[in-house]
């Protein structure tokens, strides 16, 4: 089994985590979907079923998580690998494309070595997460959204949806159809 095979198990399992409220690791944007699709609101008590099997504390809790998760990668400058072509390298996943980008080196030579591929010299370009979210992911002509140290421990997805990319690149903007392919 190959290494994006492995990751993709990986990513399953814990959104089935998530979904059958075990997570036990930090939440994803996942969570934050599920608390925002609950419609509760931190604070108020209501909606304390979530159809997630957390209460309406651990979803606040959840959606202020990755609130603040979302707010780090905006602001900080990450590596972006480069494929062959000289373009952004991309992975793709659950009928999305990924843009890899890593908070530092150490982590895109782990990602490198769980492909097998240490020896390989990876250019990659420094970008502010922001860019990629707001300038990179609408620009790319196909359904994408950012992993952020795909492969390691404190993986984060940042998927194309509404509140971490423009409406117009989210699958659930206005600017997309039912398939999430943008029009």
Excluded at 19 to 33: E, L, N, Q, T
Excluded at 43 to 67: I, K, S, Y
């Amino acid at each position: 089994m190959g290494f994006d095979e492995l990751w993709g198990e990986v990513r399953a399992a814990a959104t089935e985590r998530v979904v059958d409220g075990a997570a036990s690791g930090p939440p994803g944007p996942s969570a934050a979907r599920a608390a925002a699709d609950a419609g509760t609101e931190p604070g108020t008590g209501a909606g304390t079923g979530t159809g997630t099997g957390m209460d309406a504390a651990a979803v606040a809790e959840a959606r202020e998580a990755v609130l603040e998760r979302l707010a780090d990668f905006r602001s900080r400058a990450v590596l972006v690998p480069m494929d062959a072509a000289g373009g952004l390298w991309t992975a793709d996943f659950g009928g999305v494309g990924w843009i890899c980008a890593f908070t530092d080196e150490a982590a895109l030579a782990r990602f490198a070595e769980a492909r097998g591929e240490e020896s390989v010299e990876w250019d990659y370009r420094r970008v502010l997460g922001s860019r990629l979210l707001d300038d990179v992911v609408p620009a790319a002509g196909f359904v994408c959204g950012v992993a952020l140290d795909a492969g390691s421990p404190g993986g984060t997805l940042f998927p194309p949806v509404k509140g971490i990319v423009p409406d117009r690149a989210a699958v659930d903007g206005e600017g997309t159809d039912n398939g999430g392919e943008r029009s």
